[in-house]
């Protein structure tokens, strides 16, 4: 095509400031951080799906944790696989592929993820002594029974009070929101310990947990954001299920995904 004259082109403006991409420098500007917690289905990490996906947002500027949970038969198209839910990209290539997964569905970069097995989350919620939660109505699974009110309870009751879904009148929804019920009390709990019973905690869960932390970044991620245990909020993935060549999915529109863009940005 042909040359502009000078006169018309645009006049070039300064390009916005990116933050760093590094993660500890990120964590001294007001960049929001987002992390990626990953929980299978199975005793040993690698194997299986991927039961729980719940995506953290930490707001230095309003000092606010915004917790996501995207329900696992979200479905998605994942690249050489077609339409599938989105939890099968874990049996595809692990967290590594999970985690793109999720960048792709939301359009946001995860700055670190945490993989963890069902059998770690077990033993997680047996090193810190246990968690409280408050059951909306009564339910029970796997030989766990859960009556109405605030109750303390540990790993094997956790696991179950996490996962079932088939008595929830909100279905997956309802599962999200207990599951991340656990994961705040954790949270809390993890909170109350000191740096060096916290590195004590994780060093035993070794074998059931993979991650891109470095332990210097979890010591200066809880300095920088003490108020992510104080400050919460949740939000949920609107959607529909529905049942295409006799699979069910939970199918999300582009509109929603752009709110959830906007939302955690």
């Known amino acids: ?64 944790l915004t917790l996501l949970s ?5 479905r998605i198209t994942l690249p050489g696989r077609g339409q599938v839910k989105i939890n099968a990209a874990y049996a595809v290539g692990g967290a590594t592929a999970q985690t793109q997964a999720v960048e792709r569905f939301l359009g946001i970069p995860m ?9 770690g989350f077990r033993e997680a919620i047996d090193l810190v002594g246990g968690v409280d939660v408050n059951p909306k109505f009564g ?13 303390h309870i540990g790993g094997e009751q956790a696991l179950a009070y996490a996962r079932m879904r088939k008595s929830d009148p909100l279905g997956d929804l309802g599962r999200n929101t207990r599951q991340q019920e656990v994961v705040r009390q954790l949270m809390a709990a993890l909170g109350q310990r000191s740096t060096a019973d916290l590195q004590s905690l994780l060093s035993q869960l070794a074998a059931h947990l993979r991650t891109n932390f470095s332990p210097s970044e979890v010591v200066r991620l809880r300095a920088v954001h003490a108020y992510l245990l104080e400050r919460q ?23 929603e995904r752009r709110r959830l863009h906007l939302l955690l940005q």
Request: charged residues 20%; positive net charge; hydrophobic residues 40%.
């Open 1 to 64: 095509l042909p040359q502009q004259p000078a006169a018309s082109a645009p006049v070039p403006t300064a390009a916005p400031a990116l933050a760093p991409t590094d993660f500890t420098s990120r964590l001294r500007t007001s960049a929001r951080i987002h992390l990626l917690l990953i929980a299978n289905d199975q005793e040993t990490l690698g194997s299986g799906r991927a039961d729980v996906l719940l995506v953290l947002t930490l707001d230095p500027r309003a000092r606010l």
């Open 70 to 74: 995207i329900p696992r038969d979200t």
């Open 111 to 119: 700055d670190k993820y945490v993989e963890i097995s069902l059998g």
């Open 233 to 255: 909020r949740t939000a949920h993935v609107q959607g529909v299920n529905r049942k295409i060549n006799g699979i069910w999915f939970y199918l999300v529109s582009d509109a």
């Open 139 to 151: 339910f029970q699974l796997d030989g766990s029974v859960f009556r109405p009110g605030k109750v």
